[in-house]
């Protein structure tokens, strides 16, 4: 079963950075779209980046600029650098893939004012 493995979270203070990861236990040459969404307390999850196998990106409004979304084929993996974080990006964040549809596990981000 293909699994998507998130990791890179924590707590920093706002304006800080965190890098997170995604490492798919098969290659994601084969992936068209893979996608980092968030889910913040009692909040909808919702659509953060996306980037195609081309290497194209698209971003929410709330983050763009601030995240960048890429990824390595050869190392199975898509990052997410978020930058000039703020308390507002306190969230849940996971990795998922369209096809198939997996979701990771999420990884607990959490900036202090």
């Known amino acids: 079963q293909v699994q998507l493995v998130e990791s890179g979270g924590g707590l920093v203070q706002a304006g800080g950075s965190l890098r997170l990861s995604c490492a798919r236990s098969?290659?994601?040459?084969?992936?068209?779209?893979m996608e980092w969404y968030r889910q913040a307390p009692g909040k909808q999850r919702e659509l953060v980046a996306v980037?195609?196998?081309?290497?194209?990106?698209n971003y929410a409004a709330p983050v763009k600029g601030r995240f960048t979304i890429s990824r390595n084929n050869a190392k199975n993996t898509v990052y997410m650098q978020m930058n000039s974080l703020k308390p507002e990006d306190t969230a849940v964040y996971y990795c998922?893939?369209?096809?198939?549809?997996?979701w990771g596990q999420g990884t607990q981000v959490t900036i202090s004012s």
């Open positions: 980037i195609t196998s081309g290497g194209s990106t």
């Open positions: 998922h893939t369209g096809f198939p549809d997996v």
């Open positions: 098969r290659s994601i040459v084969d992936i068209g779209v």
